[in-house]
Nanobody, 124 residues
Framework: QVQLVESGGGLVQAGGSLRLSCAASGRAFSSYVMGWFRQAPGKEREFVAAISWSGGSTYYADSVKGRFTISRDNAKNTVYLQMNSLKPEDTAVYYC?????????????????WGQGTQVTVST
């Protein structure tokens, strides 16, 4: 079992930045691919970013490429999402998720464990 707890969400003006954190406990964190997803009001949850167990490979949705950066610190059992140049359309609940594999995946059903989510609101 893996428990995931997100933090760092909040209200920010367009063009601003936030850094989300996801603290993991339970089975060996470094064995997991970690991902970030988001769900805006009235929309389905969508993939944002993912990172391999070593941190050597990262993947991003086209909508956030160049603005968001995913990273991880296996010594701290934590994955981060640095979000820059935020836009109102980035407003959503952001979830981190864990996938027990060496293969990085971006499909939501592939992920085994989920956090409760943290709200990010970007105002105009």
């Amino acid at each position: 079992q893996v428990q995931l707890v997100e933090s760092g969400g909040g209200l920010v003006q367009a063009g601003g930045s936030l850094r989300l954190s996801c603290a993991a406990s339970g089975r060996a964190f470094s064995s997991y691919v970690m991902g970030w997803f988001r769900q805006a009001p009235g929309k389905e949850r969508e993939f944002v970013a993912a990172i391999s167990w070593s941190g050597g490979s990262t993947y991003y949705a086209d909508s956030v490429k160049g603005r968001f950066t995913i990273s991880r610190d296996n010594a701290k059992n934590t994955v981060y999402l640095q979000m820059n140049s935020l836009k109102p359309e980035d407003t959503a609940v952001y979830y981190c998720a864990a996938h027990f594999s060496v293969v990085v995946v971006t499909d939501e059903p592939e992920y085994d464990y989920w956090g409760q989510g943290t709200q990010v609101t970007v105002s105009t």
